[in-house]
């Protein structure tokens, strides 16, 4: 690989975090745009937000408890391969430069993750009673997902649950079920700034620096995959977090050192070869909240191949409606993410209400079971997409005031 040949390389013109925030134009010194928030000139790249867009769709798609989609189908959606593919456009413009510093790094963390996720965390603990009091959560019965019983909080459990979100634990609340991807997130930044830090320290040469790094990562998913696929011991949050931050450096990698144009037909037709054949072998199902998946190699080919298809044909129809539709929730993917399972509780409640289901009628884990039924399915996509993108309207507005 012909990797980063001097300290003061500086990559291409485009600068961004986590994949949740836009590219920019560093000669023209533009601002922006954040989290959806117009605060620059610079157009986005619209197939980067179509491929977080159409990931997070997935996201809200598949956490349905619905038949709808045959599992053959399920794959060609991108799931369950979406979580793999946005900690890789996390990396897209990641900048070495900026990682090596990790004080001013961390803090833009903390800026752009930390606190607006922390905020909505809180609300949601300091909620709990609302939702207990509403039946989100019965009272008496069990959280699906950890088996312990719903309970009315008193201050110590709200105090507790305060403390856990600020230490970024995550405290349990139903409503926040894919929160555990942002904190991945914030831990797998940290590590990689901490890491390229302690890397340039004590190494001179860029080029070995790049190769380090990369080793190091490369022990470090192996290990955390040994770990989890056969010792069965996983340490909640670190060896995903491990796992993400080789995701991470990957999308770097192949979006500022290879300088991937995601343009040739003939690659895209390999790319959607090759994720058929991942998807068809595959023995073991990808949880990336569980850290497991078949293997390394499966796990980066399959994730890079879904990516260059979807990218490519993005890309050949980048001004028509449907793209436009999907990159608006690429845009937002940090709320919806946050929020989506908020808006599939509160479609419970219409559906209850108008008496399509009633509180005995069979739940998943966020929504009811519903089969096949097209309309409900898409009552609960709407609900599950729109409330997150309604609260970034409303913040928005209330900004401009």
Request: net charge positive; proline share 3%.
């Amino acid at each position: 690989m012909n990797f980063i040949r001097n300290r003061n390389f500086r990559a291409d013109p485009q600068t961004s975090l986590e994949g949740f925030i836009c590219p920019q134009n560093c000669d023209k010194q533009q601002k922006i745009k954040v989290f959806g928030r117009s605060v620059g000139g610079h157009s986005r790249d619209v197939t980067v937000d179509f491929l977080k867009g159409w990931a997070m769709l997935s996201i809200v798609i598949f956490h349905q408890s619905t038949s709808l989609f045959p599992e053959w189908l399920a794959n060609l959606m991108m799931n369950p391969w979406n979580v793999a593919v946005f900690f890789i456009v996390a990396g897209y413009y990641l900048k070495w430069e900026k990682m090596i510093h990790p004080v001013p790094f961390i803090k833009g963390k903390l800026k752009s993750l930390y606190i607006p996720a922390t905020v909505i965390y809180l609300c949601a603990v300091l909620s709990h009673n609302l939702f207990v009091n509403i039946g989100w959560y019965p009272l008496g019965g069990l959280h699906p997902a950890t088996g312990v019983p719903f309970i009315h909080y008193g201050l110590k459990e709200i105090v507790l649950g305060c403390g856990k979100v600020l230490l970024c634990a995550g405290s349990g609340e139903l409503v926040m079920g894919a929160m555990w991807f942002l904190y991945t997130l914030i831990y797998s930044m940290v590590g990689l700034s901490l890491l390229a830090w302690i890397v340039n320290k004590f190494i001179e040469d860029a080029i070995k620096q790049q190769w380090i790094v990369f080793l190091i990562l490369l022990l470090g998913v192996v290990v955390s995959c040994i770990f989890t696929q056969k010792l069965g011991f996983t340490i909640n949050r670190v060896n995903v977090a491990i796992t993400a931050m080789f995701l991470i450096n990957i999308g770097r990698l192949v979006k500022q050192r290879l300088k991937v144009a995601f343009d040739n037909p003939w690659m895209m037709a390999v790319c959607l070869l090759t994720f058929i054949q991942c998807f068809i072998l595959s023995h073991v199902r990808l949880t990336m909240a569980k850290n497991e998946f078949q293997d390394i190699g499966w796990l980066v080919l399959g994730s890079l191949s879904i990516i260059y298809v979807y990218t490519f044909l993005a890309k050949r129809i980048e001004k028509s409606f449907f793209v436009n539709c999907i990159s608006r929730i690429g845009k937002d993917s940090f709320y919806v993410m946050a929020l989506h399972i908020l808006g599939f509780f509160c479609c419970n409640s219409l559906l209850m209400e108008f008496g399509v289901f009633e509180e005995t009628s069979e739940k998943g884990l966020y929504t009811f079971m519903y089969g096949k039924n097209i309309i409900i399915f898409f009552l609960y996509t709407i609900c599950g997409i729109g409330l997150p993108l309604s609260v970034v309207c409303i913040k928005n507005k209330i900004k401009g005031i």
